[in-house]
């Protein structure tokens, strides 16, 4: 039961992350203890997003493509196009150099849109 590992990774994840008020998981995390448990323990929303019981073959998940969108990004990044490191630490590092130059490559999109001009380097 994926339920069991995913209260470690939440309890850790909200010890060093600025609380959310809204978690997306899929089917393997239903079960009325567990989004009970989340609710208590966290004060958020777990929302389990599921097929629709009624349609057959593949169907496009409600946010399931805000996470795929995210891994293709990341998986651009050359040194995550591939698992070469052999500590998690290292590919931890990794993961937010390559988030970092996503992030600042769309701050400097938005700054260049702003000035209607080059970005100018000081």
Same mark, same amino acid.
């Given at each position: ?5 995913? &209260?470690? @990774?939440?309890?850790?994840? *909200?010890?060093?992350?600025?609380? #959310?008020?809204?978690?997306?998981? /899929? ?36 946010? &399931?493509? @805000?996470?795929?969108?995210? *891994?293709?990004?990341?998986?651009? #990044?050359?040194?995550?196009?591939? /698992? ?39």
């Amino acid at each position: 039961y994926d339920g069991h590992a995913a &209260r470690q @990774v939440l309890t850790t994840c *909200f010890q060093s992350w600025i609380a #959310s008020k809204k978690i997306w998981a /899929d089917g393997g995390y239903r079960g009325e203890k567990f989004v009970q448990w989340v609710k208590e323990q966290f004060d958020c929303i777990f929302e389990v997003v599921e097929k629709k019981k009624t349609d057959k073959g593949f169907q496009v998940l409600p946010r &399931r493509w @805000v996470v795929e969108r995210t *891994f293709a990004w990341l998986g651009r #990044s050359r040194r995550l196009s591939k /698992d070469y490191e052999r500590k998690p630490t290292s590919s931890t590092s990794h993961v937010y150099m390559a988030s970092i130059r996503l992030m600042l490559r769309r701050i400097c999109k938005e700054r260049v849109l702003l000035q209607g001009t080059a970005l100018e380097v000081a």
